[in-house]
């Protein structure tokens, strides 16, 4: 940790729970500098950001050479099948990208690793989505950081950069829907991504060792 306080490294600051992680990082008294890797630059400025902009094939030079020295990673890359192209492109963001900002994080000093993943995440799994959040996941996990907090959300809910017509349908429908969800169906529940990044700050200022799985009713909890 700096005199300043905690170094923040961010991927995915354009994303929903990206864009409220780098807001609520700036504001943070806990956090003296936010350093974020993103593809484009953002139009975002503060006393407090540094970017790193890059292409995420070469996150680990880039970080590298940044000569970040950083407390907290947070990763909230990801994207859908639909609007990678394919299947091969989708792994590429969330395992590739995801591992590699992983192991940047690592070698600039990061002692704790926040993940946004999914529900139903499995290496196992049948499904290839939830298959590949799972195989990053325990990726990840072997890169050894001292604490390890994957969040696992069920539907997102927000303002996209992108629209998603099926999505703002059941968004809609999330007020009359997440009563119905009840018992082991609690954590299929939507939830706001400004409630998940709040989430991940308490979680890293709490400085929990270890590996942590977060669903719904954690995550509704630490962001209180």
């Known amino acids: 940790m700096s005199e300043n306080g905690r170094v923040a490294l961010l991927a995915g600051a354009s994303g929903l729970v990206g864009r409220s992680l780098l807001k609520l990082l700036l504001a943070s008294p806990d956090y003296g500098r936010v ?32 000569g970040a020295h950083v407390d907290d990673a947070f990763c909230a890359l990801g994207t859908t099948i639909k609007a990678a192209g394919s299947q091969p492109q989708f792994r590429k963001v969330d395992f590739d ?17 926040l993940l946004v993943s999914a529900i139903g995440a499995g290496a ?38 992108e629209r ?16 119905l969800m009840i018992g ?3 954590q299929y529940r939507g939830i706001p ?9 308490a979680a890293a200022l709490r400085g929990n060792a270890g590996r942590h799985v977060l669903t719904y009713r954690e995550m509704m909890a630490l962001a209180r």
């Open 184 to 186: 082991g169906a609690v």
């Open 193 to 201: 991504g400004e409630t998940v990044a709040k989430a991940m700050v």
């Open 35 to 66: 350093v974020t890797v993103t593809r484009k630059k953002l139009d975002t400025e503060h006393p407090k950001l540094t970017q790193i902009v890059t292409d995420f094939d070469a996150v680990e030079s880039a970080v590298a050479a940044s």
């Open 97 to 113: 990208y995801v591992v590699g900002f992983a192991r940047a994080a690592k070698a600039a000093g990061a002692q704790r690793f």
């Open 124 to 161: 196992s799994s049948s499904i290839f989505y939830s298959r590949v959040k799972g195989e990053a996941e325990d990726a990840v996990g072997a890169i050894g950081f001292s604490g390890l907090h994957i969040f696992r959300p069920g539907l997102l809910f927000g303002e996209r950069a």
């Open 164 to 179: 998603r017509p099926r999505e703002a349908m059941i968004m809609a429908l999330t007020p009359f829907l997440n009563p």
